[in-house]
């Protein structure tokens, strides 16, 4: 009875101490560093989350997607990218405002404006879309 017991326990144990973490890639489409290598940027991240089995949800900046106020598809196709590798998409702001420096009226503002396209692609996909993160915010030295 006692090595059923010990068994037991360890196997419990063992189960209760599994962890699980997600990964989460901010600023999409991309931070291309001055090179036109975003779709590389990108095939690379999935392809390397697929082959490690790595859960992963990347937060956008709507804003990223224009240029001269003109969407781009090539921008858009990179979240589409996501979307057809099963991870899902979240709202990082239109245009990476910091809350620290913002009103709160002007930040709703921008949270809102960064909801206007992603919402309606994870639908699409089948995929839930995450309302926002405010992650790097609390990293801030001093009071919020």
Same mark, same amino acid.
């Given at each position: 009875?006692?090595?059923?017991?010990?068994?037991?326990?360890?196997?419990?144990?063992?189960?209760?101490?599994?962890?699980?973490?997600?990964?989460?890639?901010?600023? *999409?489409?991309?931070?291309?560093?001055?090179? %036109?290598?975003?779709?590389?940027? $990108?095939?690379? &991240?999935? #392809?390397? +989350?697929?082959?490690?089995?790595?859960?992963?949800?990347?937060?956008?900046?709507?804003?990223?997607?224009?240029a001269?106020?003109?969407?781009?598809?090539?921008?858009?196709?990179?979240?589409?990218?996501? *979307?057809?590798?099963?991870?899902?998409?979240g %709202?990082?702001?239109?245009?990476? $405002?910091?809350? &620290?420096? #913002?009103? +709160?009226?002007?930040?709703?503002?921008?949270?809102?404006?960064?909801?206007?396209?992603?919402?309606?692609?994870?639908?699409?996909?089948?995929?839930?879309?995450?309302?926002?993160?405010?992650?790097?915010?609390?990293?801030?030295?001093g009071?919020?």
């Amino acid at each position: 009875m006692s090595k059923v017991l010990t068994i037991y326990l360890f196997l419990t144990a063992t189960v209760a101490q599994s962890k699980q973490i997600c990964v989460s890639v901010d600023d *999409l489409p991309t931070v291309h560093y001055g090179e %036109n290598n975003q779709d590389e940027i $990108t095939k690379k &991240l999935i #392809a390397h +989350f697929k082959k490690y089995a790595i859960a992963a949800i990347g937060f956008v900046n709507e804003g990223k997607l224009y240029a001269s106020a003109t969407l781009k598809k090539e921008r858009v196709d990179l979240l589409q990218q996501w *979307l057809n590798g099963s991870y899902g998409l979240g %709202n990082h702001t239109f245009g990476h $405002t910091d809350y &620290l420096q #913002a009103t +709160f009226t002007s930040f709703i503002h921008v949270m809102l404006e960064g909801a206007q396209i992603t919402p309606a692609m994870s639908k699409q996909a089948g995929l839930p879309w995450w309302y926002f993160l405010l992650s790097a915010y609390w990293l801030d030295t001093g009071q919020l």
